[in-house]
Nanobody, 124 residues
Framework: QVQLVESGGGLVQAGGSLRLSCAASARSFSSYVMGWFRQAPGKEREFVAAISWGGGSTSYADSVKGRFTISRDNAKNTVYLQMNSLKPEDTAVYYC?????????????????WGQGTQVTVSS
């Protein structure tokens, strides 16, 4: 069983930055692909970014490429999402997710562990 706890959300003005963290309880955290997803009110959950076991491979949604960076610290069992140049359309609940597999995962139904989410609100 893996427990994920997100933190770092909040209210920020457009153009600002936030860093989300996700702390995992997994015994073998380094064997999990980690992902970030988001869900805005009235919209479906969408992929944001994913990172492979060792961090050597990453994937991003087109809407966040060049602005967001996913990273992980396996020694701390933590994955991060650095969000820069935030836009009002980035407003959503952000979820951390984990799956024990090789490579990357970009679809929400590939993941079997989820955090409770953290709210990010970007004001114009």
């Amino acid at each position: 069983q893996v427990q994920l706890v997100e933190s770092g959300g909040g209210l920020v003005q457009a153009g600002g930055s936030l860093r989300l963290s996700c702390a995992a309880s997994a015994r073998s955290f380094s064997s999990y692909v980690m992902g970030w997803f988001r869900q805005a009110p009235g919209k479906e959950r969408e992929f944001v970014a994913a990172i492979s076991w060792g961090g050597g491979s990453t994937s991003y949604a087109d809407s966040v490429k060049g602005r967001f960076t996913i990273s992980r610290d396996n020694a701390k069992n933590t994955v991060y999402l650095q969000m820069n140049s935030l836009k009002p359309e980035d407003t959503a609940v952000y979820y951390c997710a984990a799956v024990n597999k090789y490579g990357l995962a970009v679809r929400w139904n590939e993941y079997n562990y989820w955090g409770q989410g953290t709210q990010v609100t970007v004001s114009s």
